[in-house]
């Protein structure tokens, strides 16, 4: 018997909404790095990309995230100067022009590092506000609470 490895030809491709409203942030991106890994799905092959391009449609500053962590963690970036080293609380990002960054960046920590885990991360879309450009389509989507 020979094990069974996908072709691009065979994979088929589905668009999966995710409503974010109120979930966990750790809990969703774990969720939504599973279905653009293409955990779930039968046809899994480590090589190829087979997953569905996922994407969160809701607005992630009602993304809830457990104790403390809107004033205690930090997160670093470097502007590339001498002594450019900046800090901004995971608040100040929520509460910024930009919090879908945050969404993002969960599910890129949680999918693996290389020419792969780019490949997947190009498929998630993490729209600000609560009307998603797939709903108002005819295509069929998958909407789950997550």
Known sequence: MKTYSAKPSEISKKWYVVDADGVILGRL??????????KRQDDLSRRIWTAATTSSS???????????????KVFY????????????????????????????KA???MVPRGPLG?????????YPGT?????????KCWTSRA
């Open 29 to 38: 991106a774990s969720i939504l790095a599973d279905r653009l890994r293409g």
């Open 58 to 72: 809701s607005t992630p500053r009602k993304v809830k995230v457990t104790g403390n962590k809107l004033a205690d």
């Open 131 to 139: 009307v998603h450009p797939m709903r108002r389509s005819s295509r």
């Open 107 to 109: 599910v890129e920590r």
């Open 118 to 126: 780019r490949q997947q991360m190009k498929n998630l879309r993490v």
């Open 77 to 104: 970036y470097h502007t590339g100067y001498p002594g450019g080293i900046k800090e901004r609380t995971f608040g100040q990002i929520l509460g910024s022009k930009h919090p879908e960054r945050l969404i993002e």
